[in-house]
């Protein structure tokens, strides 16, 4: 800002500077940029993965002119095992991990809803998860805290005359030990989402249910459950969306394994399209999870879209 | 009535303390093993430093001493492209932002731009990967830090737009206009103006798109192998080794690499909330 007295010596109009643009010209100038970034780095390569689903072109295939061969790498995708595995694991890993979270979520997010004191600590502490990285989270509890032989986890277990669980051997109990650390990672981002969801909410039907003589878990399922709907599915919408993607906890935590049975889509593009060198059937792969995750963001709208209008 | 409000609130109590034991849980844990002996590591589990194992700092002498530099260079790695990709970003993403949320736009009109930019931020990783691998294999980009530090810019663009549009919007216009019928130029305005008021935007933005560099997994394991590869690639490398897993080192390098991220994160709380929510939270 401009002290009073050199107002006045400055002249009245920007464009008597000499290199005075337009607010027309700004507009662009300001937003190109990014238009630019997003394009070049992103929707390129996006159509660019897509032209290599459509060619036979091979990593490692020096010289050997590239192909273009149609949608002959797209059926794979859908009848072969090594891509329809990792596809299911995918799908079971967000419909295990995202409510999951949600239920943790929504849990603390009531719980803090009722408390005055130290509200603040918690609020601050449960934020912590989402700073910390998905690959020293994994290997804290997915292989120390749940290492097998070493590890507390079943120490404890064993201490309280229970069975030692096979945490990463298992096939189902591997799929539960992502399941276990992302809730751990993720649950975080439904808390902050649920919190605020819940502080926003109108005050008269809670007054109209309290003149009824509604019980505590009436008014929980009838009006905050209900009225929380527009917040909820904008958080699974994120959260599943994200979890489609899963890879770095998969990596550390299980590898893939044992066998094939944690061996997620992302990981398979990795392994197989960039490891192996086979990228067109990878770049179909990847492109196969996009369809997927579209497909489930539709489902999901259309699914909640009565609940969504009804509470707003 | 009062019977009942207080039934809840010992749930609640219960409830939040049960979440604060989980969480702290491993942290707890990443701690003390960072401490621990190849012997107390081994074996049977060891909870308490003194009680059930002699703590030391082998762990730390090894990363700060006797391995330095092989640890060292991780560290350089995210250091700078995480910063550097993030200023980068900041600035290319909150020049559209402010456009966005100042300029008028017509077609899908300035929401319908932002939200196909934030719409980016959803596409999976793994459609993206191949090709930036092919790109970079042919501009020599591959296993070095500017390469990386252009992927993680170009995978944060769409959110500082996104994030900084949202806190435009909420930054009285009448400023602005006031300092331009003072004659102020545009750019006198964007830079006497809009800068100091957005300050606490920015910041926010810029440790959350930095904790997200910091943190990447995903490109780091595609792009590099030996030069450049930044800390998360590193700890899962170390993961895998046939010699047995160090656990007291890769703790203490995990426990070095959250450290500044957590703190930044923490002590920003109240500004990042908003952003961390995508704009969901006012």
């Known amino acids: ?312 | 009535m009062k019977k009942q409000g207080r039934a809840a609130l010992v749930v609640s109590y219960a409830v939040l303390i049960l979440w604060t034991v989980i969480l702290f849980f491993p942290i707890y844990w990443l701690v003390i093993t960072s401490f621990k002996t190849a012997v107390a590591v081994s074996g049977m589990p060891t909870y308490l430093p003194w009680v059930d194992f002699q703590p030391g700092l082998h762990a730390f002498e090894y990363i700060f001493v006797s391995n330095r530099n092989m640890v060292a260079r991780p560290f350089l790695n995210s250091t700078v492209t995480a910063l550097s990709s993030s200023a980068v970003a900041l600035f290319i993403g909150s020049m559209a932002g402010y456009s966005l949320a100042r300029f008028r736009f017509g077609g899908p009109g300035s929401s319908g731009i932002a939200f196909a930019f934030l719409s980016q931020r959803m596409f999976p990783t793994a459609v993206l990967i191949i090709p930036f691998l092919l790109m970079y294999r042919d501009l020599g980009l591959l296993d070095t830090r500017q390469g990386l530090a252009i992927a993680y810019c170009g995978f944060s663009v769409p959110f500082v737009v996104w994030v900084m549009r949202d806190f435009f919007l909420g930054l009285p216009v009448e400023v602005e206009e006031s300092a331009m019928i003072d004659g102020c130029s545009r750019l006198d305005v964007l830079t006497k103006v809009v800068l100091p008021l957005s300050a606490p935007g920015l910041v926010a933005v810029f440790i959350l798109i930095m904790i997200g560099a910091w943190n990447e997994y995903l490109f780091s394991l595609v792009l590099t192998f030996s030069e450049a590869i930044t800390i998360p690639l590193f700890l899962q490398i170390q993961t895998q080794t046939t010699l047995g897993t160090a656990w007291w080192n890769l703790s203490a390098i995990s426990l070095i690499a959250v450290i500044p991220v957590v703190v930044a994160g923490l002590a920003l709380e109240r500004y990042i909330t908003r952003g961390l929510t995508f704009g969901a939270i006012k």
Do not use: C
């Not at chain 1, 050199?6 to 000499?18: F, I, K, L, N, Q």
């Not at chain 1, 238009?35 to 032209?51: D, E, I, R, S």
């Open chain 1, 1 to 312: 800002m401009q002290t009073p007295g050199t107002e006045a010596v400055r002249p009245p109009v920007a464009a008597s500077r000499g290199v005075a643009l337009t607010d027309a010209a700004w507009k662009w100038i300001l937003l190109v940029p990014a238009v630019v970034v997003v394009v070049g780095l992103l929707l390129f390569p996006m159509a660019m993965t897509l032209y290599v689903s459509l060619t036979d072109w091979h990593l490692y295939a020096y010289g050997r002119p590239v192909s273009f061969v149609g949608l002959q790498n797209w059926p794979r995708v859908v009848t072969d095992i090594t891509f329809l595995i990792p596809a299911r694991n995918t799908v079971v890993f967000v419909l295990g991990s995202v409510p999951t979270s949600y239920l943790i979520g929504l849990s603390v997010a009531l719980a803090l809803n009722q408390i005055t004191k130290g509200r603040r600590f918690f609020r601050v502490f449960f934020m912590m998860p989402l700073m910390i990285s998905p690959v020293a989270i994994s290997l804290v509890i997915g292989r120390m805290l749940l290492h097998e032989s070493m590890g507390p986890i079943n120490d404890i277990l064993v201490r309280l005359g229970l069975p030692i669980v096979h945490w990463l051997t298992d096939p189902t109990m591997a799929m539960i030990s992502l399941i276990i650390v992302d809730a751990w990672h993720q649950s975080a981002f439904m808390i902050l989402m649920l919190t605020a969801g819940l502080q926003s909410l109108p005050q008269e039907p809670y007054e109209a249910a309290t003149v009824d003589g509604a019980g505590k878990w009436q008014t929980f399922w009838y009006i905050t459950l209900p009225l929380l709907a527009p917040v909820s599915v904008t958080a699974l919408l994120i959260r599943s969306l994200d979890a489609f993607k899963v890879v770095d906890i998969v990596k550390v935590v299980t590898g893939g394994g044992p066998g094939t049975a944690t061996e997620s889509v992302t990981l398979a593009v990795y392994d197989l399209g960039v490891k192996a060198g086979d990228i067109a059937q990878g770049a179909a792969a990847a492109y196969s999870l996009l369809i997927i995750m579209m497909a489930f963001s539709a489902v999901l709208l259309l699914a909640t879209r009565r609940w969504v209008r009804q509470a707003s």
